[in-house]
């Protein structure tokens, strides 16, 4: 079996654990304070699930909060963002799973729309 895709990021790293023509998972860890661009995708959707910690999230102009075992989906076209909120007190990276769908098989970042990004990309 070949080895899956494993990228460190600025604001953590993912893991893909499942790659496929029709859903794509990876498992994503955000460093205290960290979070990822604010964006979009047309050709997917996506389901998180918090693993471990709080994430904050904005869907569409609004701002919220998962907690461990709670999920969100994403729908195709959604402006979507999620950062670590853990208190300074529970300086711990925030873990969720990212089920990517696509009836397209599209899953690579000529996908992602950038609407703002902390890391200049």
Partial sequence: ???????????????VLLDSPFCKVKIITVKPGGQLSYQSHEHRSETWTIV???A??????????????NTLFIPYGAKHRIRNINT????RD?????????????????????YEDDYGR
């Fill in 94 to 114: 925030m873990i969720f799973i990212e089920v990517q769908h696509s009836n397209e098989g599209i899953f690579d970042e000529s996908d992602i729309i950038r």
């Fill in 88 to 91: 300074a007190q529970d300086n």
């Fill in 1 to 15: 079996m070949p080895s899956l895709e494993h990228d460190i990021r600025p604001w953590g790293e993912y893991q």
């Fill in 56 to 69: 904050g999230y904005t869907l569409n102009g609004t701002d919220s909060v998962l907690t461990e075992q």
């Fill in 52 to 54: 471990q910690g709080m």
